[in-house]
């Protein structure tokens, strides 16, 4: 199945509709649910297909719905460590964000208590 999905990834252009699409309809196939075989099927399929664009399988993981917000931090954790292995990274845009984000911490950190 892996062969033929990455076969089907590679026949449009990256981001585009289709290609999500693709992304979609293997994750959907492999669980979108948080229990363990659907989401560790979802997970290693998407950091297989991804390996090299952690920023495309961050944004086609969220895209794909289902219990991204878990499967995310895994997927965003070997990505991450991925790319530093090869001396890349998180988009630098992402960071800045973070370091913007900083001055609001202490307020919702308020409202939450």
């Not at 293997?26 to 997970?43: E, F, I, P, Q």
């Not at 878990?70 to 998180?90: E, F, K, Q």
Request: charged share 20%; glycine share 12%.
């Amino acid at each position: 199945m892996k062969r033929l999905i990455s076969f089907d990834c590679s026949r449009f252009p990256a981001s585009s509709e289709e290609r999500l699409k693709v992304h979609q309809s293997a994750v959907s196939h492999l669980g979108l649910a948080c229990y363990n075989r659907g989401a560790l099927s979802s997970l290693f399929y998407l950091a297989y297909e991804f390996h090299d664009d952690p920023k495309g399988g961050i944004l086609t993981n969220t895209n794909c719905g289902g219990e991204n917000c878990n499967r995310g931090s895994a997927l965003g954790a070997l990505l991450g460590a991925g790319a530093a292995h090869r001396g890349g990274g998180i988009p630098q845009e992402w960071k800045e964000e973070l370091r913007d984000a900083q001055e609001f911490l202490p307020y919702i950190l308020k409202e939450m208590l």
